[in-house]
């Protein structure tokens, strides 16, 4: 199934696309949020969804951010070997590990607001994870029984924040409109292998970034068991696996995004996105 939510931000409902046509959903469920995937929402869109009893969409809707209100959104750095090498370190022994705050969601067509004082707000494109089922101490086995499905994540990173300021990545991952996510959630079902997807992301037309997730130093199965040996997964929690080489701190003369850039992405089976940059205004 491929799901969105749609409406103005704070104000979103459940959606489904099915051959190609939009229908919202909220006459069977509320939201796409840990409720939904614990209750099994899944199972029951699956089971009940109807064109007939839904309402199709017009376009030009807003799509909002996939899902709602996740309990947190848990990061792996480094997690793509020819990154790592762009970026003059030393692949990891184990997953780099660090957080966004939830306050940084946005749409996937929603600008993204380069923060007052930044000199260095990148792009990242990632494959994000979405759990749908507790996680705790589970093995890499059992790792994907715990997949919901997949969405397209933007890590929009302020490098001198993260980098240059001491303390966490957090505080250069974390700024508002900073977790641009969807159009989808693409359910493990319709995606046949998510460690061989095309990942790629231009700015201003220019492809910047093109990869796989075949380049992944530590795959998915790796990744839910590892993390769930530090914390509980909870459904609707959001893990976003990495980027490929190809961001503006990789560059020979590092580049970043200035106002009006226009950054496009996809991945292969979950739809495309795109942000515009724009600069940080105080709000009256």
């Known amino acids: 199934m491929k799901l969105f939510r749609h409406g103005e931000p704070g104000k979103e409902k459940p959606g489904i696309e099915v051959n190609d046509l939009r229908y919202d959903v909220s006459h069977l469920v509320d939201d796409y949020n840990e409720e939904f995937f614990t209750n099994g929402g899944l199972a029951k869109l699956s089971d009940q969804f109807s064109p007939e009893s839904a309402g199709r969409l017009n376009p030009g809707f807003r799509f909002g951010p996939p899902v709602s209100r996740p309990g947190k959104i848990v990061c792996i750095g480094l997690n793509y070997s020819k990154h790592a090498a762009e970026s003059g370190m030393e692949p990891p022994k184990e997953p780099v590990v660090f957080f966004k ?18 000199k260095k707000t990148d792009w ?15 093995s890499e086995d059992e790792a994907m029984d715990h997949v919901a499905g997949y969405t397209i994540h933007n890590d929009i990173s302020e490098r001198e924040f993260q980098l ?21 959630l693409v359910t493990t079902d319709d995606i046949k292998d998510p460690h061989d997807l095309r990942l790629w992301l231009k700015r201003n037309d220019t492809l910047l970034q093109d990869g796989n997730t075949s380049d992944f130093i530590f795959n998915i199965p790796q990744v839910i068991s590892y993390l769930s040996q530090f914390m509980s997964l ?13 961001v503006g701190l990789g560059f020979k003369n590092p580049d970043y995004l200035k106002p009006g850039d226009i950054m ?17 205004t105080e709000n009256k």
């Open 164 to 184: 240059e300021r001491g303390g966490q990545w957090v505080k250069g991952k974390s700024c508002d409109t900073f977790a641009p996510m969807g159009p989808y």
């Open 124 to 138: 990242e494109v990632e494959l994000a994870v979405v759990i749908g089922k507790k996680a705790s101490y589970v």
């Open 234 to 246: 909870l459904p609707g929690d959001i893990i976003s696996t990495g980027t490929p080489e190809g």
């Open 264 to 280: 496009e992405l996809g991945i292969d089976g979950l739809g495309t996105a795109r942000q515009k940059a724009v600069a940080y």
């Open 101 to 118: 705050a939830t306050s940084s969601l946005a749409g996937p067509f929603d600008n993204v607001i380069i923060p007052k004082n930044s």
